[in-house]
């Protein structure tokens, strides 16, 4: 059941034809609608979270929780899928005003996951326990690491974020380039004057290749991560 969605269209022969022969599609504003794509989201999350590669079997509880659940609870028409013949093969989830969302998700998704840490079943996950250090303030997360100045210019320069995520059986045939741009058009009609990400140095080249700019580098847990930042051009609407 867990893969239905995901996996239940895909086979080998839809893999070969995928490339141009996807959609993408914003989801919409009531997530109780597409129950069945946002199960397909936080399954193919578990099997991308890795740096690309899945995360461990007893992760893809806890895991999806702190990633997908506060775009699926608070800006869930701020997330799109690339679809082939109906089959989720990437997502980006994104917000176009980060403050907010931060606030929302502290009240409403970080205090109760917190609780729920201390659960039998999440006692010795290795995501509970550091999302549970990092709530408390006992470890930075990877935005932390980043000097004052760069934190301020992220905040007032590019106020929209993103994560995204494409099927290792898809990359490098423009599903990626393709959902920054529909999410990046739908900034620019909303007025939103930049989007912002932080990331490991593995899909850095992508970044910069689609439009962003580097605006920082941090150490972090043993490796660099990246600010990236991308200006909209022409963002003269109202959110
Ligand atoms: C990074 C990722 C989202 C890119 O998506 P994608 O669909 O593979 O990328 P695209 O095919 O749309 O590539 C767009 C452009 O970037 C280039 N590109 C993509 N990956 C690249 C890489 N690793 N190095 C150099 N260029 C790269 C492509 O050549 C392409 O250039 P072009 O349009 O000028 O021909 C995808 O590979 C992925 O999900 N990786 C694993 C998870 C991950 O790292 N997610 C990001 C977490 S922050």
Not at 2 to 12: A, H, P, V, W
Not at 153 to 172: Q, S, W
Not at 193 to 203: I, N, R, S, T
Request: hydrophobic share 40%.
């Amino acid at each position: 059941m867990e893969n239905q969605l995901y996996f239940s269209g895909i086979s080998r022969a839809l893999r070969a034809m995928a490339k141009d022969s996807f959609t993408i599609r914003r989801l919409a504003s009531n997530a109780a609608l597409e129950a069945d794509l946002w199960h397909a989201i936080r399954t193919l999350c578990c099997l991308t979270g890795n740096n690309g590669q899945p995360v461990s079997m007893a992760r893809r509880d806890f895991f999806p929780r702190m990633w997908i659940d506060p775009y699926t609870k608070f800006h869930p028409n701020w997330t799109y899928v690339a679809e082939v013949k109906s089959a989720v093969v990437a997502y980006l989830t994104g917000c176009p005003d980060t403050a907010r969302f931060s606030r929302n998700k502290l009240f409403y998704c970080t205090l109760p996951l917190l609780m729920e840490t201390f659960l039998p079943r999440y006692r010795m996950n290795p995501d509970s326990r550091r999302f549970f250090r990092q709530a408390l303030g006992l470890e930075k997360n990877a935005e932390e690491c980043f000097t004052r100045d760069i934190q301020l210019e992220v905040k007032r320069k590019y106020p929209a974020h993103l994560h995204i995520n494409v099927d290792a059986d898809f990359r490098g045939q423009g599903v990626g380039r393709r959902l920054i741009e529909t999410y990046t058009c739908d900034l620019r009609a909303n007025g939103i004057p930049g989007v912002h990400l932080y990331c490991g140095p593995d899909p850095v080249a992508f970044y910069l290749r689609v439009g962003f700019q580097r605006l920082g580098s941090a150490a972090f847990r043993g490796t660099q991560v990246y600010a990236l930042g991308l200006l909209i051009e022409g963002a003269g609407g109202i959110l």
